[in-house]
């Protein structure tokens, strides 16, 4: 890709937030996940509630929502968007393995993948905090972009 097609450049090669103005505004979806890696008895005591710092799920979740309310004030280059919905869900996709799932709707004129990939990213990180005295080896793997839809570029579905 040449410099030229790069949008968040200036002529000066200087980065800036790249102006939406004239761009419609549609519904936009993103849904994104992430993965912890702990150890069995970590993974039984946050369901079993029996963490000393409180319900890590629901704390995660709550993290995970405010994430994506206030993506704009961590990524530089990110509008700021009117979320019209925010929503974190768990998996276990083993007895050692929580897969954090994010979903993020608005009605605007740029999407919500950094929301959606800021959203399972910090709850992610909220779920570590919570359990680090219990499990330091927690690991934090594979987050990417599982779908979005709307805007010019249309529908796009990661292949895992």
Do not use: W
């Not at 890590?56 to 309310?69: D, F, H, N, T, Y």
């Amino acid at each position: 890709m040449e410099n030229d097609d790069l949008t968040h450049f200036n002529e000066e090669k200087r980065a800036k937030m790249v102006d939406v103005t004239a761009k419609s505004e549609t519904k936009r979806r993103a849904i994104a996940s992430t993965t912890i890696h702990m150890n069995e008895e970590t993974l039984a005591r946050i369901h079993a509630g029996k963490i000393e710092k409180g319900d890590v799920l629901a704390v995660a979740q709550v993290a995970g929502i405010m994430a994506a309310k206030k993506t704009s004030e961590l990524i530089p280059m990110c509008h700021p968007i009117m979320t019209t919905k925010a929503d974190i869900s768990f998996q276990d996709d083993a007895k050692t393995k929580l897969t954090v799932i994010s979903e993020v709707v608005t009605v605007g004129k740029t999407g919500v993948e950094m929301e959606a990939l800021t959203a399972v990213t910090v709850a992610a990180l909220t779920i570590y905090d919570m359990c680090k005295a219990m499990d330091r080896r927690m690991r934090i793997e594979q987050t990417y972009l599982v779908e979005k839809t709307g805007g010019k570029s249309g529908t796009f579905k990661a292949e895992v």
